[in-house]
T-cell receptor
Framework: TQLLEQSPQFLSIQEGENLTVYCNSSSVFSSLQWYRQEPGEGPVLLVTVVTGGEVKKLKRLTFQFGDARKDSSLHITAAQPGDTGLYLCAGPEWGSQGNLIFGKGTKLSVKP | GAGVSQTPSNKVTEKGKYVELRCDPISGHTALYWYRQSLGQGPEFLIYFQGTGAADDSGLPNDRFFAVRPEGSVSTLKIQRTERGDSAVYLC????????????FGEGSRLTVL
């Protein structure tokens, strides 16, 4: 069974701080995605990483896919209150066309 | 509409009752997915449609759960003889491609079984 474990589960920081959250698995994934979910909303895709070692930047957010394609990280520089939300990583189950496996998420709170 | 629409947004029912949850995907999206999200958890896969057919229903927990998409657009998730453990947010998503593409999620239907 492919599982994605995310850490930390909760993170509360002050505006302007940097942070990194992690997504780890013992299984290889063909790709990983990061979503952000706000209360009462569905997840919204931030990025998809496909190649081992790949780094993608989205403004203040930097995403990295591990060389072995078993893990990923999300680094936020100079966090802002608008970054508050639940960050979920997800990857397709091998052999499935429909099952996107999600981690439990990291709940981030950025205080002004 | 511009996005994925789900109705109702909130449903409270009694144990043993039947419920239907509706999903209206983005126009033109052939792939439609149902997920269930319990408190403190990530979304959990239920079923995937490609067009009118259920291409993968391996995530449905038991035979009380059933979903249809008769015309390849709107989908309905049906739950018979609801149990308290069915309480969760049911999310629908649609996409124009596979799982490496973007899934567009609706806001979800929050089901509470008393």
């Amino acid at each position: 069974t492919q599982l994605l474990e995310q850490s930390p589960q909760f993170l509360s920081i002050q505006e302007g701080e940097n942070l990194t959250v992690y997504c780890n698995s013992s299984s290889v994934f063909s790709s990983l995605q990061w979503y952000r979910q706000e209360p009462g909303e569905g997840p919204v895709l931030l990025v998809t990483v496909v190649t081992g070692g790949e780094v993608k930047k989205l403004k203040r957010l930097t995403f990295q896919f591990g060389d072995a394609r078993k893990d990923s990280s999300l680094h936020i520089t100079a966090a802002q209150p608008g970054d508050t939300g639940l960050y979920l990583c997800a990857g397709p189950e091998w052999g499935s066309q429909g099952n996107l496996i999600f981690g439990k998420g990291t709940k981030l709170s950025v205080k002004p | 509409g511009a996005g994925v629409s789900q109705t109702p947004s909130n449903k409270v029912t009694e144990k043993g009752k039947y419920v239907e949850l509706r999903c209206d995907p983005i126009s033109g999206h052939t792939a439609l997915y149902w997920y269930r999200q319990s408190l403190g958890q990530g979304p959990e896969f239920l079923i995937y449609f490609q067009g009118t057919g259920a291409a993968d229903d391996s995530g449905l927990p038991n035979d009380r759960f059933f979903a249809v998409r008769p015309e390849g657009s709107v989908s309905t998730l049906k739950i018979q003889r609801t149990e308290r453990g069915d309480s969760a947010v049911y999310l629908c998503a649609s996409s124009s491609g596979g799982l490496t593409g973007e899934l567009f999620f609706g806001e979800g239907s929050r089901l509470t079984v008393l």
